[in-house]
């Protein structure tokens, strides 16, 4: 059984062009068993975030948060990394693991808060306030990251944030949610990027309340992604895998989640018994809470990506090094956070 995806044809490759007209791929469970044995050939490592279409978290051999890829993406052995997630998670396993070949399924998988930060905008931000630290959360580009002392995930963003020095005034950059979020919770005051995430700011505080009043016994829980007044609604905020381990071990029964529908496919998995009511958002002609960036992502293009090796990040070896230094201190600095 063969099929052709046109689907994809739009991609714009980071390396090479795959032009896949007419590229022929399998489809159902020859579709699952070619990835597998593509796996196999190319000693390759399938790492997928929470918010990735269910079958492709179905396959992956890790699937986790932007922190828990990131160490995976740093420890591995596998000779290829097939990245399920978005651009500047990809790109943050090559300037981990620079020797391994990282693959993203499609280059276009991008992100509003890396979009809207180039490292060009951060250093004129710096240069404002030369005595300031940058602390950027991971959702930015490679030149973005180069241009900070510290890099973030919402796992160890408050952790870090505490740690900083407290006679330095710290901006913080991209999310000015979670950025607002860091300060009340430290008592810090920051400098704030102007940023957001298009999916989380898209949740609508009246309507998650009407949401609570229908289910009385529910609890709200929310990643500091969203916007302040959906924070204060708020029982429990948290990264995604703090969201799924509050879902599997509180004894509430019934939850409001406020982050991308993705995550209910393993929190389902995880708590097959609780009833997972999906936040809702401003437009009412749509329930839906997706980030059609993470859904670019499909079976048939990570069995093209890894069949053909492309499309492919590259980095340029001085901005690696750059982009590395502020990660590798998030990563020492947040040892003790699973
Ligand atoms: P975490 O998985 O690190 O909580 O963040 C997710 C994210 O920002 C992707 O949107
Ligand atoms: Fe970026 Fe928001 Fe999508 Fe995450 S959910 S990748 S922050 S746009």
């Given at each position: 059984m063969k099929d052709t995806l046109d689907?994809?044809?739009?991609q714009m490759p980071v390396k090479g062009f795959l032009d896949l007209k007419g590229l022929e791929i399998p489809t159902g469970d020859d579709l699952i068993k070619a990835i597998l044995d593509l796996k196999k050939e190319k000693n390759a490592v399938i790492l997928a975030h929470y918010y990735q279409p269910g079958p492709i978290q179905d396959i992956a051999d890790f699937l986790g948060d932007s922190l828990q890829l990131a160490r995976q993406a740093k420890d591995t052995?596998?000779?290829m990394i097939a990245f399920c997630g978005v651009h500047f998670m990809a790109e943050a396993a090559k300037i981990l693991n620079p020797n391994k070949k990282v693959v993203l399924p499609?280059?276009?998988?991008?992100c509003s808060l890396a979009d809207g930060c180039s490292g060009e905008g951060l250093r004129k931000m710096r240069e404002k306030y030369p005595n300031a630290l940058v602390a950027t959360y991971i959702n930015c580009n490679a030149e973005t990251k180069a241009e900070s002392d510290i890099i973030v995930t919402s796992s160890n963003a408050e952790t870090i944030i505490e740690a900083l020095p407290k006679d330095r005034p710290v901006i913080f950059a991209p999310d000015k949610n979670l950025g607002r979020y860091l300060s009340k919770k430290t008592g810090r005051d920051m400098i704030l990027w102007d940023g957001s995430c298009i999916v989380h700011e898209a949740f609508s505080m009246e309507r998650i309340a009407k949401q609570l009043a229908e289910h009385p016994n529910a609890k709200l829980i929310a990643h500091p992604e969203s916007e302040s007044p959906v924070l204060e609604l708020a029982h429990f905020i948290g990264s995604t895998s703090a969201l799924l381990n509050y879902v599997e071990k509180d004894?509430?029964?019934e939850f409001i989640i406020a982050t991308e529908e993705g995550i209910l496919h393993e929190m389902k998995k995880r708590a097959p018994h609780k009833t997972l009511i999906p936040a809702l958002v401003f437009d009412e002609s749509c329930n839906c809470s997706e980030c059609f960036y993470m859904k670019r992502n499909t079976l048939e293009k990570l069995y093209l990506c890894m069949k053909y090796e492309l499309p492919e990040i590259i980095i340029d070896e001085e901005l690696r090094l750059k982009a590395l230094k502020p990660i590798e201190a998030m990563l020492e600095l947040s040892k003790s956070i699973k």
């Open positions: 689907t994809a044809v739009d052995d596998a000779d499609d280059t276009l998988a991008g004894d509430c029964q």
